[in-house]
Antibody, heavy 114, light 112 residues
């Protein structure tokens, strides 16, 4: 069965960077695009971006364009969300999501606070 | 960006009674390939979201038959024929027809 496990969350100061990782198993990772979605505490879902199956194409939401980047390592079944210049409003649970079937991980919490 | 508007915000329902959630998009969700990429997600308290419905009306594997989706163009509906206790949670629509992907604000289903 599809399993997605996010890691790397924590407390970080405004302006700093954080790198989230998502390990995948249970499917042919190199055949699927991967999304990142976040959810601020008590709020709704916000799509952040997607990386194509081979890493050649990336699309981002305006809210994170230029600050966040996504990469993947198909040899390690891992997708990375690199977050730079973090702001208080980036505080949220971050989920990685498999494309097409929209399977979700359990999320990793990022808190941006002085 | 396509704006997805859900109503109501909150939906108290009696067990065994039907429930209906509306989702409207600011633009037609008919894609260039002719498909309409409108999904519905359920998020139970304390859990990650899971997809229930894709392309308007197709139930995902394991989703009970009491969940159904309908609609076209800009107007979509998720119906629960008879609400059960396990259906409590927040429901989101999401459009996948245009970049960036966008979610509705969510509808909280609770038991009266």
């Amino acid at each position: 069965q599809v399993q997605l496990v996010e890691s790397g969350g924590g407390v970080v100061q405004p302006g700093k960077s954080l790198r989230l990782s998502c390990g995948a198993s249970g499917f042919t990772f190199s055949s699927y695009g991967m999304h990142w979605v976040r959810q601020a505490p008590g709020k709704g879902l916000e799509w952040l971006g997607v990386i194509s199956y081979d890493g050649s194409k990336k699309i981002f939401a305006d809210s994170v364009k230029g600050r966040f980047n996504v990469s993947r390592d198909n040899s390690k079944n891992t997708v990375i969300l690199q977050m730079d210049s973090l702001r208080a409003e980036d505080t949220a649970m971050y989920y990685c999501v498999k494309d097409q079937t929209w399977n979700w991980g359990q999320g990793t919490l990022v808190v941006v606070s002085p | 960006d396509v704006v997805m508007t859900q109503s109501p915000l909150s939906l108290p329902v009696t067990l065994g009674q039907p429930a209906s959630i509306s989702c409207r998009s600011s633009e037609s969700l008919v894609s260039s390939d002719g498909s309409t990429y409108l999904n519905w997600f359920q998020q139970r308290p304390g859990q990650s979201p899971r997809r229930l419905i894709y392309k308007i009306s197709n139930r995902d594997s394991g989703v009970p038959e009491r969940f159904s989706g309908s609609g076209s163009g800009t107007d979509f509906t998720l119906k629960i024929s008879r609400v059960e206790a396990e259906d409590v949670g927040v429901y989101y629509c999401m459009q996948g027809s245009q970049w960036p992907l966008t979610f509705g604000g969510g509808t909280k289903v609770e038991i009266k």
